[in-house]
């Protein structure tokens, strides 16, 4: 039968299914005989099959004729298992996961840095007494808050755990952050702002398939988590698919033929798009006046707010024509009101669901809020039939923030300042309250604080590739080099486990047992399907390893499911309560939301009666535009905009090792308009360099009418001299510490010509 689990990429969490090939599971080539799909193709299949998922207008339909990929001497097939959120069907990288098992880069011992800049490999007890040596070594010599640690979303809801533990116990540093803050933290913020809690989706993402309008806003859902676009159907139906994006991506091409609107700004006026929208809501009479005045406070203050972008004027700002603000804002209460039950000639329900791309500014988490209040000016959030939701990129990026690897939180999502979260936390950790650190500091000012004084001097890295993914990248390498000691915890070379110290080889996901939680809220188990290599640990085993050469108090057991149990009891009480929750439970295949309090049956959807606030009420809050970190539209410069591919997930550690993805995107490229390419002479295919102030890259030109005149596109999955986030800025939003990823200003030329290359 193999093993059920779960996918190990983004927080879809797709249900799969691994065994030896000759079982006679379905076989998989990882994407080489992937067929172009069609615009009106949908990335999920029937329960039962294993063959093909197609993926809208990306093409993601695979075969089912090629080898099993093998995996740690076996050959290992991997299988789309019906569930809820993919029903099935799986997207390239999820059907090419198992290459990455028997890779002949992994990592299989500790490798230490020589003078001459090589690794050899050592022993076990040998590595982990250098780390212990160098965590005492910059304590001694700068202070407990010397030694940092680095975390990850796409680690189990256990090692996030142990992480949060051993940083706090066993390090006694505040300095613990993750790349979780890149990803989530501003929707994180805005969603604990206005509604008391954080959770992703408050509904279950099976919800969405009756909707009869969608308003997604910032995320290409169709190269990014392309079994989700069968949800987006139902929508589409109705013609009530609304998609803002500034390129027409895979997802903004759902649109077409009918299926719905593409709004496309100016890259960073999203705020002001939403708050045009929400005026029209106001000033033509569509508000939920009821809900509003039962379920909100706040009002007269955003009202006043509102007044100012009328239509017009965001028109002038955004680019987005007045008729389309209306027409937006009209569409949406007509499905409003029919999820709120009053008269109206909708169909379905309504749903406003935002992505990094309008997050990841200097403004995310205000930008993130403007949502908010229009989804809650339509009396969606807790309402049967519509709601407000925010989609969750990393594999566990839910549950690695709930449980103590963010610097301000510890498990349960309390936090740290709070004094009986200390004293419930440290009662189960056996220590005092007063032995806990206080909060720390984000992710990019702890790297940009690297090897300075005052700063990190020994750092800790588990799961993230800081070195392609931090903005202002050649400052966090120029950092990396800067410290005393790193250690890296990976399986691959990564680029910033190549500037260690000290790297140590961790088990990969198919060799581990453990929970994540996906974008729904909901805990899901990670099940072991192979043995890891001779010479790789886990993570659990490292954390325990050193806390007792650092004499640390508390346990640091080694065993997934007895972590869990404490994650429960740490939890309890907690917003995010896993108290209700053991293996045992999960292994029975419940459906298990947080919170879970023990005794209760989850919560499947949250707010139906009150908000998380004491009051019960959700808090409508005014915003007002920043200014961008980079000055945008100055003459000879264009604005750069950063985001995915279908192929390649994040730093593209993992994904740019899989042969396949590889060959399918093996380059850096731009996305440029024919218009400006031609401006600036360039042709499909020339060789360029992008550079500002920070840096620069060199990338190929893709010509295409996709894109706004005034912007450019770059993913950032390449490292090196193809790294787009050598190009954004270190800049910050004030509130959650996100960085300003969406816009930065670049200038574009030609290195080579196409015919010279």
Request: glycine share 14%; hydrophobic share 40%; aromatic share 6%.
């Amino acid at each position: 039968m193999g093993t059920a689990t779960h996918c190990p990429y983004c927080a879809l969490q797709c249900a799969m299914r691994l065994a030896p090939a000759v079982e006679g599971v379905s076989k998989n080539d990882g994407g080489a005989a992937a067929s172009a799909g069609t615009p009106g193709a949908l990335a999920g299949q029937g329960p039962g099959r294993t063959e093909a998922a197609g993926a809208g207008p990306a093409g993601a339909g695979l075969a089912d004729t090629a080898p099993a990929l093998a995996a740690a001497g076996t050959g290992l097939a991997v299988a789309g298992r019906d569930f809820p959120t993919n029903r099935g069907g799986l997207c390239r990288k999820g059907w090419s996961s198992s290459a990455l098992l028997n890779s002949p880069e992994r990592l299989t011992a500790p490798l230490l840095r020589g003078d001459d800049g090589s690794f050899r490999p050592i022993g076990w007890d040998e590595a982990l007494d250098l780390a212990a040596g160098a965590v005492r070594s910059a304590q001694a010599m700068h202070g407990q808050d010397a030694v940092g640690v680095f975390g990850s979303g796409g680690l189990t809801n256990e090692k996030a755990y142990q992480l949060g533990k051993f940083a706090r116990l066993a390090l006694r540093t505040s300095r613990i952050d993750y790349n979780g803050r890149f990803c989530m933290s501003s929707a994180a913020a805005a969603g604990n702002r206005a509604f008391g809690l954080d959770r992703g989706l408050p509904f279950p993402l099976e919800d969405l398939d009756d909707a009869g309008t969608i308003l997604l806003l910032g995320s290409n859902i169709a190269d990014t988590m392309p079994p989700f676009v069968q949800h987006l159907q139902g929508a589409r139906d109705a013609g009530g698919l609304i998609v803002v994006d500034p390129r027409r991506s895979a997802t903004a091409a759902l649109t077409g033929s009918g299926a719905g609107l593409h709004l496309a700004p100016t890259p960073g006026t999203d705020m002001v798009l939403l708050m045009g929208i929400a005026h029209v809501v106001l000033q033509e009479g569509l508000a939920d006046t009821d809900y509003i005045a039962r379920r909100t406070s706040g009002f007269e203050e955003l009202r006043r707010g509102l007044n100012r972008w009328w239509p017009a004027r965001v028109q002038e700002v955004t680019g987005v024509p007045a008729a389309l603000i209306r027409e937006t804002a009209h569409r949406l209460a007509a499905g409003a009101r029919q999820a709120s039950g009053q008269s109206g000639n909708g169909t379905g329900g309504t749903y406003i669901l935002t992505g990094r791309g309008v997050e990841q500014h200097v403004d995310g988490t205000d930008t993130a809020t403007a949502a908010i209040n229009l989804a809650l000016l339509l009396g969606l959030p807790g309402s049967l039939h519509g709601g407000y939701g925010t989609l969750t990129g990393q594999g566990n990026g839910q549950g690695g923030r709930e449980h103590g690897q963010k610097a301000d939180q510890l498990p349960g999502y309390r936090k740290i300042t709070d004094p009986a979260a200390r004293e419930h936390v440290a009662g189960v950790w056996g220590v005092r309250p007063e032995d806990l650190p206080g909060p720390g500091v984000p992710a990019v000012e702890m790297l940009m604080s690297l090897g300075r004084p005052g700063g990190v001097r020994c750092l800790f890295v588990h799961g993230s590739n800081v070195a392609v993914s931090a903005p202002d990248a050649n400052e966090v390498i120029a950092g990396l080099r800067r410290l005393d000691f790193l250690v890296v915890a990976d399986f691959f070379m990564s680029e910033t486990a190549a500037e260690a110290d000290l790297v140590l080889p961790v088990l990969q996901w198919a060799e581990e047992e453990g929970t994540m939680t996906n974008l729904e809220g909901r805990v899901l188990r990670r099940r072991a399907a192979i043995e890891p290599p001779a010479g790789a640990r886990s993570e659990l085993w490292i954390m325990s390893e050193l806390a007792r050469r650092l004499e640390a108090p508390s346990d640091f057991s080694t065993d997934p499911e007895t972590v869990f149990d404490e994650l429960a009891r740490a939890s309890a009480g907690g917003p995010a309560d896993y108290s209700g929750l053991a293996y045992s439970a999960l292994d029975s295949g419940i459906e298990a939301y947080w919170p879970y309090p023990k005794g209760s049956a989850g919560t499947r959807r949250l707010f139906a009666d009150s908000f998380a606030h004491a009051d019960g009420r959700a808090r409508l809050i005014a915003v007002a535009p920043a200014v961008p970190a980079d000055e945008l539209h100055r003459p000879g410069e264009l604005t750069l905009v950063t985001g995915r591919l279908l192929e390649h997930y994040q730093s593209g550690t993992q994904t740019r090792r899989v042969a396949e993805l590889a060959a399918a995107q093996p380059r850096l490229a731009l996305q440029i308009h024919p218009v400006t390419a031609h401006r600036l002479g360039i042709e499909a295919g020339d060789r360029l360099t992008i550079g500002n102030g920070r840096g620069s890259v060199s990338g190929i030109a893709e010509v295409t009418q996709d894109i706004r005149p005034d912007t450019v596109f770059l993913p950032f999955h390449f490292p090196g001299g193809q790294s787009a986030n050598r190009l954004t800025p270190a800049a910050t939003d004030p509130v959650s510490g996100m960085p300003e990823f969406k816009t930065s200003s670049v200038t574009v030329r030609v290195l080579e010509k196409a015919g010279a290359l």
